[in-house]
Protein backbone atom coordinates (compact mmCIF):
# COMPACT_ATOMS: atom_id res chain seq x y z
CA UNK A 1 0.00 0.00 0.00
CA UNK A 2 1.68 3.35 -0.96
CA UNK A 3 0.29 6.67 0.89
CA UNK A 4 -0.60 9.42 -1.56
CA UNK A 5 -1.49 11.99 1.26
CA UNK A 6 0.25 14.82 1.40
CA UNK A 7 -0.55 18.07 3.72
CA UNK A 8 -1.33 21.74 2.21
CA UNK A 9 -0.79 24.31 4.74
CA UNK A 10 -2.28 22.21 7.45
CA UNK A 11 -4.97 20.84 5.56
CA UNK A 12 -4.09 17.24 4.46
CA UNK A 13 -5.23 15.89 1.15
CA UNK A 14 -5.66 12.53 -0.15
CA UNK A 15 -3.30 13.03 -2.86
CA UNK A 16 -1.53 16.18 -4.04
CA UNK A 17 -3.79 16.39 -7.49
CA UNK A 18 -5.59 19.81 -7.35
CA UNK A 19 -7.12 20.71 -10.94
CA UNK A 20 -5.89 24.90 -11.71
CA UNK A 21 -7.98 27.27 -11.63
CA UNK A 22 -9.56 28.33 -14.91
CA UNK A 23 -9.45 24.93 -15.86
CA UNK A 24 -11.97 23.31 -13.70
CA UNK A 25 -15.24 25.40 -13.68
CA UNK A 26 -16.78 25.76 -10.68
CA UNK A 27 -16.44 21.95 -10.21
CA UNK A 28 -19.28 20.50 -11.67
CA UNK A 29 -19.19 20.32 -14.98
CA UNK A 30 -16.65 17.86 -14.41
CA UNK A 31 -18.65 15.86 -12.06
CA UNK A 32 -20.69 14.76 -14.97
CA UNK A 33 -17.27 12.75 -15.76
CA UNK A 34 -16.38 11.15 -12.67
CA UNK A 35 -16.32 11.59 -8.84
CA UNK A 36 -14.55 14.81 -8.67
CA UNK A 37 -14.12 13.73 -4.52
CA UNK A 38 -10.92 11.77 -5.18
CA UNK A 39 -9.14 14.73 -6.19
CA UNK A 40 -6.94 15.97 -3.56
CA UNK A 41 -8.78 19.41 -4.10
CA UNK A 42 -9.31 21.83 -6.78
CA UNK A 43 -8.69 25.49 -7.54
CA UNK A 44 -12.14 27.27 -9.19
CA UNK A 45 -12.63 29.91 -11.38
CA UNK A 46 -11.05 33.16 -10.79
CA UNK A 47 -13.58 35.11 -8.72
CA UNK A 48 -13.49 38.97 -8.99
CA UNK A 49 -16.06 41.57 -6.76
CA UNK A 50 -18.29 42.26 -9.63
CA UNK A 51 -19.66 39.78 -12.72
CA UNK A 52 -17.42 39.96 -15.61
CA UNK A 53 -17.31 38.95 -19.00
CA UNK A 54 -13.56 39.15 -19.90
CA UNK A 55 -12.03 39.75 -23.20
CA UNK A 56 -13.87 39.78 -26.64
CA UNK A 57 -13.67 36.03 -28.51
CA UNK A 58 -12.05 34.62 -30.42
CA UNK A 59 -9.76 34.03 -26.62
CA UNK A 60 -8.58 30.61 -27.93
CA UNK A 61 -5.39 29.37 -29.68
CA UNK A 62 -3.51 26.35 -30.33
CA UNK A 63 -0.11 25.50 -30.11
CA UNK A 64 2.17 22.78 -30.51
CA UNK A 65 1.99 21.10 -26.82
CA UNK A 66 -0.43 23.72 -25.47
CA UNK A 67 -2.73 26.28 -26.10
CA UNK A 68 -3.04 30.44 -25.67
CA UNK A 69 -6.32 31.99 -23.61
CA UNK A 70 -7.37 35.35 -23.29
CA UNK A 71 -10.68 34.62 -21.73
CA UNK A 72 -10.39 37.71 -19.15
CA UNK A 73 -11.38 36.11 -15.63
CA UNK A 74 -14.79 35.64 -16.82
CA UNK A 75 -17.19 34.74 -13.17
CA UNK A 76 -20.18 35.57 -11.87
CA UNK A 77 -19.00 37.86 -9.43
CA UNK A 78 -18.55 36.94 -5.70
CA UNK A 79 -22.10 37.12 -5.10
CA UNK A 80 -23.26 34.68 -7.15
CA UNK A 81 -20.29 32.41 -6.24
CA UNK A 82 -21.31 32.36 -2.93
CA UNK A 83 -25.33 31.85 -3.20
CA UNK A 84 -24.97 29.66 -6.21
CA UNK A 85 -21.73 28.58 -7.49
CA UNK A 86 -20.42 27.32 -3.99
CA UNK A 87 -24.20 25.33 -3.44
CA UNK A 88 -24.14 23.89 -6.40
CA UNK A 89 -20.84 22.37 -5.71
CA UNK A 90 -21.97 21.48 -2.28
CA UNK A 91 -24.37 18.61 -4.08
CA UNK A 92 -21.29 16.87 -6.28
CA UNK A 93 -18.15 17.51 -3.98
CA UNK A 94 -17.48 17.62 -0.31
CA UNK A 95 -13.97 18.43 0.34
CA UNK A 96 -12.35 21.46 0.86
CA UNK A 97 -12.52 24.15 -2.50
CA UNK A 98 -9.13 26.10 -2.82
CA UNK A 99 -11.22 30.01 -3.82
CA UNK A 100 -9.13 31.42 -6.55
CA UNK A 101 -9.56 35.32 -6.27
CA UNK A 102 -8.81 38.37 -8.52
CA UNK A 103 -8.86 42.16 -8.33
CA UNK A 104 -8.19 45.40 -10.03
CA UNK A 105 -7.42 47.27 -6.52
CA UNK A 106 -5.90 45.92 -3.28
CA UNK A 107 -9.43 46.48 -1.67
CA UNK A 108 -11.25 43.83 -4.38
CA UNK A 109 -8.84 40.96 -3.13
CA UNK A 110 -9.66 42.21 0.43
CA UNK A 111 -13.54 42.19 -0.11
CA UNK A 112 -13.30 39.07 -2.20
CA UNK A 113 -11.47 36.72 0.27
CA UNK A 114 -13.40 38.46 3.10
CA UNK A 115 -16.87 37.23 1.67
CA UNK A 116 -14.93 33.82 1.20
CA UNK A 117 -13.21 33.59 4.14
CA UNK A 118 -17.08 33.20 5.51
CA UNK A 119 -17.44 30.05 3.34
CA UNK A 120 -17.14 26.86 5.02
CA UNK A 121 -16.37 25.13 1.80
CA UNK A 122 -13.19 27.23 1.75
CA UNK A 123 -10.38 25.05 2.54
CA UNK A 124 -7.71 27.91 1.04
CA UNK A 125 -7.66 31.66 -0.57
CA UNK A 126 -5.55 31.83 -3.61
CA UNK A 127 -4.71 34.91 -5.07
CA UNK A 128 -4.23 35.15 -8.35
CA UNK A 129 -1.66 38.12 -8.78
CA UNK A 130 -0.80 36.97 -12.45
CA UNK A 131 -3.95 36.94 -14.84
CA UNK A 132 -1.54 38.51 -18.33
CA UNK A 133 -5.15 38.84 -19.64
CA UNK A 134 -7.04 41.95 -17.90
CA UNK A 135 -5.35 45.55 -17.64
CA UNK A 136 -4.66 47.01 -14.53
CA UNK A 137 -5.73 43.92 -12.50
CA UNK A 138 -4.10 40.93 -12.32
CA UNK A 139 -0.50 40.26 -13.05
CA UNK A 140 0.18 44.01 -12.80
CA UNK A 141 0.39 43.27 -8.92
CA UNK A 142 2.48 39.95 -9.20
CA UNK A 143 5.20 41.94 -11.11
CA UNK A 144 6.28 43.90 -8.23
CA UNK A 145 7.65 43.02 -4.90
CA UNK A 146 6.02 45.88 -3.22
CA UNK A 147 2.08 45.16 -5.00
CA UNK A 148 2.41 41.32 -4.39
CA UNK A 149 3.42 42.18 -0.85
CA UNK A 150 0.55 44.85 0.00
CA UNK A 151 -2.03 42.24 -1.90
CA UNK A 152 -0.93 39.42 0.39
CA UNK A 153 -0.95 41.97 3.36
CA UNK A 154 -4.58 42.88 2.72
CA UNK A 155 -5.89 39.80 2.05
CA UNK A 156 -4.06 37.69 5.57
CA UNK A 157 -5.68 40.90 7.54
CA UNK A 158 -9.39 39.54 6.36
CA UNK A 159 -9.06 35.84 6.44
CA UNK A 160 -8.19 32.85 8.68
CA UNK A 161 -7.81 30.60 6.20
CA UNK A 162 -4.04 29.73 4.67
CA UNK A 163 -3.50 32.36 1.87
CA UNK A 164 -1.32 31.34 -1.16
CA UNK A 165 -0.19 33.88 -4.26
CA UNK A 166 -0.49 32.59 -7.68
CA UNK A 167 2.51 34.01 -8.99
CA UNK A 168 3.05 34.95 -12.75
CA UNK A 169 6.07 33.63 -14.77
CA UNK A 170 5.94 36.53 -16.50
CA UNK A 171 8.46 38.53 -14.17
CA UNK A 172 12.47 39.29 -13.95
CA UNK A 173 12.93 37.53 -10.88
CA UNK A 174 10.25 35.33 -9.34
CA UNK A 175 12.28 34.45 -6.45
CA UNK A 176 12.46 37.52 -5.36
CA UNK A 177 8.53 37.89 -5.41
CA UNK A 178 7.77 35.13 -3.62
CA UNK A 179 10.20 35.58 -0.83
CA UNK A 180 8.16 39.57 -0.37
CA UNK A 181 4.94 37.29 -0.49
CA UNK A 182 6.46 34.67 2.41
CA UNK A 183 7.69 38.11 4.08
CA UNK A 184 4.14 39.80 3.73
CA UNK A 185 2.88 36.55 5.47
CA UNK A 186 1.75 34.51 2.98
CA UNK A 187 0.87 30.61 3.99
CA UNK A 188 2.06 28.98 0.52
CA UNK A 189 2.67 30.18 -3.44
CA UNK A 190 1.24 28.54 -6.62
CA UNK A 191 3.48 28.96 -9.88
CA UNK A 192 3.16 29.23 -12.07
CA UNK A 193 0.67 30.75 -14.29
CA UNK A 194 0.96 31.24 -18.01
CA UNK A 195 3.14 32.24 -20.22
CA UNK A 196 2.47 35.74 -22.11
CA UNK A 197 2.28 34.31 -25.89
CA UNK A 198 0.53 35.00 -29.41
CA UNK A 199 -0.47 33.33 -32.03
CA UNK A 200 -0.83 34.84 -36.10
CA UNK A 201 -3.22 33.49 -38.60
CA UNK A 202 -1.31 33.13 -41.94
CA UNK A 203 -4.22 33.83 -43.82
CA UNK A 204 -5.35 37.03 -42.85
CA UNK A 205 -1.51 37.78 -41.19
CA UNK A 206 -3.69 38.82 -38.05
CA UNK A 207 -3.48 37.87 -34.47
CA UNK A 208 -5.62 34.39 -33.53
CA UNK A 209 -6.59 35.90 -30.27
CA UNK A 210 -8.71 39.19 -30.15
CA UNK A 211 -7.00 40.72 -27.48
CA UNK A 212 -3.79 39.68 -29.36
CA UNK A 213 -1.71 38.37 -26.31
CA UNK A 214 -2.96 35.48 -24.12
CA UNK A 215 -1.71 33.14 -21.72
CA UNK A 216 0.38 30.43 -23.02
CA UNK A 217 -0.10 26.82 -20.96
CA UNK A 218 -0.22 23.19 -21.76
CA UNK A 219 2.95 20.51 -21.53
CA UNK A 220 5.21 22.76 -23.50
CA UNK A 221 5.68 24.97 -20.28
CA UNK A 222 6.39 21.84 -18.11
CA UNK A 223 10.13 22.19 -17.73
CA UNK A 224 9.55 25.77 -17.49
CA UNK A 225 7.65 25.83 -14.31
CA UNK A 226 9.61 22.98 -12.51
CA UNK A 227 13.01 25.06 -13.42
CA UNK A 228 10.85 27.68 -11.32
CA UNK A 229 9.21 25.52 -8.84
CA UNK A 230 12.98 24.40 -8.12
CA UNK A 231 14.51 27.81 -7.50
CA UNK A 232 11.08 29.59 -5.67
CA UNK A 233 11.04 26.16 -3.36
CA UNK A 234 14.62 26.56 -2.59
CA UNK A 235 14.45 30.27 -1.51
CA UNK A 236 11.26 30.08 0.85
CA UNK A 237 10.21 27.83 4.13
CA UNK A 238 6.17 27.89 2.78
CA UNK A 239 4.63 25.09 0.69
CA UNK A 240 5.00 25.91 -2.95
CA UNK A 241 2.44 24.20 -5.01
CA UNK A 242 3.98 23.15 -8.79
CA UNK A 243 1.23 24.34 -11.47
CA UNK A 244 2.59 24.15 -15.51
CA UNK A 245 1.67 21.78 -18.01
CA UNK A 246 0.99 18.87 -15.45
CA UNK A 247 -0.73 16.13 -17.57
CA UNK A 248 0.93 12.83 -16.08
CA UNK A 249 1.09 11.16 -12.59
CA UNK A 250 4.83 11.34 -13.71
CA UNK A 251 4.75 14.69 -14.18
CA UNK A 252 3.57 14.90 -10.48
CA UNK A 253 6.43 12.92 -9.51
CA UNK A 254 9.01 15.37 -11.19
CA UNK A 255 7.52 18.45 -9.63
CA UNK A 256 7.56 17.09 -6.24
CA UNK A 257 11.29 16.82 -5.59
CA UNK A 258 11.56 19.84 -7.34
CA UNK A 259 9.80 21.41 -4.08
CA UNK A 260 5.84 20.91 -4.77
CA UNK A 261 3.91 20.02 -1.74
CA UNK A 262 1.18 19.75 -4.46
CA UNK A 263 0.56 19.80 -8.02
CA UNK A 264 -2.11 21.93 -10.34
CA UNK A 265 -3.07 20.16 -13.85
CA UNK A 266 -4.17 22.89 -15.79
CA UNK A 267 -4.95 22.63 -19.69
CA UNK A 268 -5.06 19.01 -20.15
CA UNK A 269 -8.11 18.85 -17.84
CA UNK A 270 -9.31 21.20 -21.00
CA UNK A 271 -8.69 18.34 -23.73
CA UNK A 272 -9.25 15.04 -21.86
CA UNK A 273 -11.87 15.59 -19.23
CA UNK A 274 -10.50 12.73 -17.15
CA UNK A 275 -7.36 13.55 -17.04
CA UNK A 276 -6.63 14.66 -13.39
CA UNK A 277 -9.25 11.49 -12.60
CA UNK A 278 -7.05 9.32 -14.69
CA UNK A 279 -3.70 11.22 -12.93
CA UNK A 280 -4.83 10.24 -9.57
CA UNK A 281 -5.28 6.48 -10.51
CA UNK A 282 -2.19 6.70 -12.17
CA UNK A 283 -0.30 8.15 -8.73
CA UNK A 284 -0.06 4.60 -6.56
CA UNK A 285 1.16 2.74 -10.35
CA UNK A 286 3.87 5.21 -11.07
CA UNK A 287 5.11 5.06 -7.29
CA UNK A 288 5.26 1.42 -7.12
CA UNK A 289 6.99 1.52 -10.57
CA UNK A 290 9.72 3.98 -9.00
CA UNK A 291 9.90 2.34 -5.50
CA UNK A 292 8.14 5.49 -3.82
CA UNK A 293 6.09 4.59 -0.35
CA UNK A 294 4.75 7.76 0.58
CA UNK A 295 5.04 10.77 -1.62
CA UNK A 296 5.30 13.10 1.32
CA UNK A 297 8.52 11.91 0.98
CA UNK A 298 9.83 12.72 -2.14
CA UNK A 299 9.02 16.32 -1.33
CA UNK A 300 11.84 19.02 -2.13
CA UNK A 301 15.29 17.65 -2.06
CA UNK A 302 16.43 17.11 -5.74
CA UNK B 1 -21.77 13.95 -22.77
CA UNK B 2 -19.66 10.79 -22.70
CA UNK B 3 -16.04 10.00 -23.93
CA UNK B 4 -16.45 7.02 -26.65
CA UNK B 5 -13.67 5.63 -28.73
CA UNK B 6 -15.18 5.18 -32.13
CA UNK B 7 -14.46 3.77 -35.19
CA UNK B 8 -14.24 4.90 -38.38
CA UNK B 9 -16.35 3.32 -40.97
CA UNK B 10 -16.28 6.41 -43.66
CA UNK B 11 -13.96 8.99 -44.25
CA UNK B 12 -14.39 10.72 -47.83
CA UNK B 13 -14.77 14.26 -49.71
CA UNK B 14 -18.01 15.13 -50.88
CA UNK B 15 -16.06 18.25 -52.68
CA UNK B 16 -12.43 19.65 -52.59
CA UNK B 17 -12.49 20.39 -48.76
CA UNK B 18 -15.72 19.06 -47.48
CA UNK B 19 -15.65 15.74 -46.14
CA UNK B 20 -18.07 12.91 -44.91
CA UNK B 21 -16.87 11.03 -42.14
CA UNK B 22 -19.11 7.65 -40.37
CA UNK B 23 -17.98 6.27 -36.74
CA UNK B 24 -19.35 3.33 -35.42
CA UNK B 25 -19.86 3.25 -31.76
CA UNK B 26 -21.79 3.88 -28.66
CA UNK B 27 -24.03 7.18 -30.04
CA UNK B 28 -26.33 7.25 -27.16
CA UNK B 29 -25.34 10.64 -26.03
CA UNK B 30 -26.20 12.53 -28.98
CA UNK B 31 -29.91 13.40 -28.00
CA UNK B 32 -31.05 15.73 -31.20
CA UNK B 33 -29.76 17.33 -34.06
CA UNK B 34 -28.23 20.58 -33.72
CA UNK B 35 -25.80 18.88 -30.93
CA UNK B 36 -21.53 18.63 -31.84
CA UNK B 37 -18.59 16.08 -30.58
CA UNK B 38 -15.13 17.07 -30.29
CA UNK B 39 -12.88 15.06 -31.76
CA UNK B 40 -9.06 14.70 -31.04
CA UNK B 41 -7.14 14.62 -33.63
CA UNK B 42 -2.84 13.13 -32.92
CA UNK B 43 -0.66 15.74 -33.04
CA UNK B 44 -2.79 18.53 -32.62
CA UNK B 45 -3.56 19.75 -28.66
CA UNK B 46 -6.62 20.82 -28.75
CA UNK B 47 -9.92 18.88 -30.00
CA UNK B 48 -11.88 19.53 -33.34
CA UNK B 49 -15.65 20.11 -32.59
CA UNK B 50 -17.73 19.01 -35.78
CA UNK B 51 -21.63 19.09 -35.75
CA UNK B 52 -23.61 15.95 -35.68
CA UNK B 53 -24.84 15.75 -39.41
CA UNK B 54 -26.88 11.98 -38.78
CA UNK B 55 -27.50 9.96 -35.55
CA UNK B 56 -28.74 6.08 -36.57
CA UNK B 57 -28.62 2.56 -35.79
CA UNK B 58 -24.88 3.02 -33.86
CA UNK B 59 -23.47 5.15 -36.52
CA UNK B 60 -22.60 8.99 -36.75
CA UNK B 61 -22.34 10.67 -39.62
CA UNK B 62 -19.81 14.04 -39.49
CA UNK B 63 -19.38 16.31 -42.11
CA UNK B 64 -16.62 19.01 -41.82
CA UNK B 65 -14.03 21.37 -43.75
CA UNK B 66 -10.91 21.19 -43.90
CA UNK B 67 -9.73 24.84 -43.19
CA UNK B 68 -5.72 24.21 -41.34
CA UNK B 69 -3.70 21.27 -40.37
CA UNK B 70 -5.93 19.38 -37.81
CA UNK B 71 -8.69 19.04 -40.31
CA UNK B 72 -6.09 18.15 -43.07
CA UNK B 73 -5.06 15.23 -40.79
CA UNK B 74 -8.49 14.45 -39.86
CA UNK B 75 -9.09 14.43 -43.16
CA UNK B 76 -6.57 11.34 -43.90
CA UNK B 77 -7.35 9.11 -41.04
CA UNK B 78 -8.93 5.99 -42.75
CA UNK B 79 -11.57 3.29 -42.51
CA UNK B 80 -10.77 1.40 -39.45
CA UNK B 81 -8.90 3.62 -37.10
CA UNK B 82 -10.17 4.53 -34.05
CA UNK B 83 -11.22 8.22 -33.00
CA UNK B 84 -11.43 9.71 -29.06
CA UNK B 85 -14.38 11.63 -28.93
CA UNK B 86 -16.37 13.90 -26.59
CA UNK B 87 -19.92 13.19 -27.71
CA UNK B 88 -23.22 14.53 -27.32
CA UNK B 89 -21.96 18.54 -26.21
CA UNK B 90 -24.33 21.39 -26.59
CA UNK B 91 -27.91 21.81 -26.67
CA UNK B 92 -29.36 21.28 -29.96
CA UNK B 93 -32.48 22.39 -31.82
CA UNK B 94 -36.05 22.81 -30.08
CA UNK B 95 -38.04 21.26 -32.39
CA UNK B 96 -41.48 22.01 -30.23
CA UNK B 97 -41.60 25.53 -32.18
CA UNK B 98 -41.55 24.86 -35.63
CA UNK B 99 -45.31 24.92 -36.43
CA UNK B 100 -46.13 23.28 -39.40
CA UNK B 101 -44.29 24.53 -42.03
CA UNK B 102 -40.52 24.89 -40.95
CA UNK B 103 -37.59 26.44 -42.45
CA UNK B 104 -34.05 25.03 -42.50
CA UNK B 105 -31.36 27.55 -43.90
CA UNK B 106 -27.75 26.22 -43.96
CA UNK B 107 -24.68 28.13 -45.34
CA UNK B 108 -21.96 26.31 -46.30
CA UNK B 109 -20.21 24.00 -43.90
CA UNK B 110 -23.43 25.05 -42.02
CA UNK B 111 -25.55 22.91 -43.80
CA UNK B 112 -24.54 19.29 -42.19
CA UNK B 113 -26.40 19.79 -38.32
CA UNK B 114 -29.97 20.83 -40.54
CA UNK B 115 -30.03 17.04 -42.22
CA UNK B 116 -30.94 15.29 -38.82
CA UNK B 117 -33.48 18.24 -37.72
CA UNK B 118 -35.24 17.88 -40.91
CA UNK B 119 -35.40 14.24 -40.83
CA UNK B 120 -36.93 14.67 -37.40
CA UNK B 121 -39.10 17.68 -37.92
CA UNK B 122 -40.43 15.11 -40.96
CA UNK B 123 -41.03 12.27 -39.00
CA UNK B 124 -43.46 14.59 -36.51
CA UNK B 125 -45.28 15.96 -39.83
CA UNK B 126 -43.95 18.96 -40.25
CA UNK B 127 -44.10 20.64 -44.29
CA UNK B 128 -40.31 20.97 -43.86
CA UNK B 129 -38.34 23.42 -46.56
CA UNK B 130 -34.68 23.87 -46.89
CA UNK B 131 -32.14 26.98 -48.04
CA UNK B 132 -28.60 25.58 -48.97
CA UNK B 133 -26.38 28.32 -49.89
CA UNK B 134 -22.81 28.10 -50.90
CA UNK B 135 -20.36 29.92 -52.72
CA UNK B 136 -20.55 28.03 -56.06
CA UNK B 137 -21.93 24.79 -57.98
CA UNK B 138 -18.81 22.86 -57.57
CA UNK B 139 -19.12 23.44 -53.37
CA UNK B 140 -22.45 21.60 -53.61
CA UNK B 141 -23.09 18.91 -50.94
CA UNK B 142 -26.37 16.92 -49.49
CA UNK B 143 -28.65 18.65 -51.81
CA UNK B 144 -30.01 14.94 -52.81
CA UNK B 145 -30.24 13.22 -49.08
CA UNK B 146 -31.85 16.46 -48.65
CA UNK B 147 -34.51 15.77 -50.83
CA UNK B 148 -34.63 12.23 -50.28
CA UNK B 149 -35.85 12.98 -47.02
CA UNK B 150 -39.10 14.47 -48.52
CA UNK B 151 -37.94 18.77 -47.80
CA UNK B 152 -38.69 20.98 -50.55
CA UNK B 153 -35.06 21.86 -51.24
CA UNK B 154 -33.43 25.47 -53.10
CA UNK B 155 -30.42 26.15 -53.11
CA UNK B 156 -28.51 29.40 -53.95
CA UNK B 157 -24.95 30.35 -54.96
CA UNK B 158 -23.37 33.75 -54.63
CA UNK B 159 -22.23 33.14 -58.28
CA UNK B 160 -25.04 32.19 -59.76
CA UNK B 161 -23.54 28.83 -61.05
CA UNK B 162 -26.54 26.86 -59.76
CA UNK B 163 -29.89 27.68 -58.45
CA UNK B 164 -31.00 31.23 -56.91
CA UNK B 165 -27.93 33.49 -57.72
CA UNK B 166 -27.23 35.35 -54.20
CA UNK B 167 -27.17 34.53 -50.71
CA UNK B 168 -29.22 32.09 -48.82
CA UNK B 169 -31.86 35.51 -47.78
CA UNK B 170 -32.19 35.90 -51.57
CA UNK B 171 -34.68 32.98 -51.54
CA UNK B 172 -36.52 33.59 -48.60
CA UNK B 173 -39.46 35.27 -50.61
CA UNK B 174 -40.04 31.46 -52.32
CA UNK B 175 -40.67 29.53 -48.99
CA UNK B 176 -43.97 30.73 -46.62
CA UNK B 177 -42.71 29.63 -43.27
CA UNK B 178 -44.07 29.02 -39.72
CA UNK B 179 -40.52 28.72 -37.99
CA UNK B 180 -36.81 28.82 -39.18
CA UNK B 181 -33.79 27.11 -38.12
CA UNK B 182 -30.21 28.58 -39.65
CA UNK B 183 -26.58 27.14 -39.21
CA UNK B 184 -23.95 29.40 -41.05
CA UNK B 185 -20.99 31.98 -41.01
CA UNK B 186 -22.35 34.63 -38.86
CA UNK B 187 -22.68 37.43 -41.22
CA UNK B 188 -25.25 34.51 -42.78
CA UNK B 189 -26.72 34.13 -39.25
CA UNK B 190 -26.88 38.15 -38.93
CA UNK B 191 -28.38 38.49 -42.66
CA UNK B 192 -31.23 36.00 -41.69
CA UNK B 193 -31.18 37.58 -38.65
CA UNK B 194 -32.80 41.26 -40.30
CA UNK B 195 -34.68 39.45 -43.07
CA UNK B 196 -36.51 36.64 -41.39
CA UNK B 197 -40.18 37.40 -40.39
CA UNK B 198 -40.89 34.80 -38.11
CA UNK B 199 -38.92 33.95 -34.61
CA UNK B 200 -36.43 31.17 -34.97
CA UNK B 201 -32.97 29.87 -33.98
CA UNK B 202 -29.60 29.85 -34.94
CA UNK B 203 -26.48 28.01 -34.39
CA UNK B 204 -23.36 29.46 -33.74
CA UNK B 205 -19.60 28.65 -34.15
CA UNK B 206 -17.02 29.92 -31.93
CA UNK B 207 -12.81 28.49 -31.14
CA UNK B 208 -13.50 26.71 -28.64
CA UNK B 209 -11.15 25.45 -26.04
CA UNK B 210 -12.69 22.81 -24.08
CA UNK B 211 -16.06 21.97 -25.99
CA UNK B 212 -18.14 21.11 -22.35
CA UNK B 213 -18.19 24.29 -20.66
CA UNK B 214 -14.88 24.35 -17.99
CA UNK B 215 -12.96 27.13 -19.98
CA UNK B 216 -15.14 29.68 -20.79
CA UNK B 217 -13.39 30.03 -24.29
CA UNK B 218 -16.05 30.44 -26.35
CA UNK B 219 -18.73 32.88 -24.46
CA UNK B 220 -21.19 35.07 -25.89
CA UNK B 221 -23.38 38.06 -24.26
CA UNK B 222 -26.84 37.00 -24.81
CA UNK B 223 -30.23 39.19 -23.87
CA UNK B 224 -30.31 36.82 -20.53
CA UNK B 225 -26.64 36.64 -19.81
CA UNK B 226 -23.21 35.34 -20.72
CA UNK B 227 -24.14 32.33 -22.14
CA UNK B 228 -21.05 29.52 -23.34
CA UNK B 229 -21.66 28.53 -26.78
CA UNK B 230 -20.09 24.80 -26.50
CA UNK B 231 -22.59 24.75 -23.56
CA UNK B 232 -26.22 26.36 -23.45
CA UNK B 233 -25.49 26.96 -26.90
CA UNK B 234 -24.70 26.20 -29.69
CA UNK B 235 -28.25 27.06 -30.47
CA UNK B 236 -29.70 29.82 -29.34
CA UNK B 237 -33.09 31.85 -29.50
CA UNK B 238 -33.73 34.85 -32.31
CA UNK B 239 -35.13 36.61 -29.11
CA UNK B 240 -31.69 36.12 -27.26
CA UNK B 241 -29.20 37.01 -30.00
CA UNK B 242 -26.92 39.99 -28.94
CA UNK B 243 -24.84 41.06 -32.35
Known sequence: ?302 | MKRVIFTVTENRPLTASVYKMSLSGDTSAVTGAGQFVNLAVEGFYLRRPVSVCDRADGILTLIYKTVGGGTEKLSRIKKGAKLDVLTGLGNGYNLDNAGKRPLLIGGGVGVPPLYLLAKDLIKRGADVSVILGFNTADEIFYKEEFEKTGAKVYVTTADGSYGVKGFVTDALDKVDYTYFYACGPEPMLKAVYNETVTDGQFSFEERMGCGFGACMGCSRKTVTGYKRVCKEGPVFDKGEILW
Open chain 1, 1 to 302: MVNTKVTLCGVELDNPVIPASGTFGYGYEFAEFYDINKLGAFSFKGTTKEPRFGNPTPRIAECTAGMINSVGLQNPGVDKVIEEELPKLKKVYDKKVMANVSGFSVEEYAYVSARLDKCGQVGWIEVNVSCPNVHGGGMSFGTSEKAAAEVTRAVKSVTEKPVLIKLSPNVTDIVSIAKACEQAGADGISLINTLLGMRIDIKTRKPVISNVLGGFSGPAVFPVALGMVYRVAKAVKIPVVGVGGVSTAENVLEMMPAGATAVQTGAVNLVNPYASSEIVDGLPVAMKKYNIDSLSSIIGGC
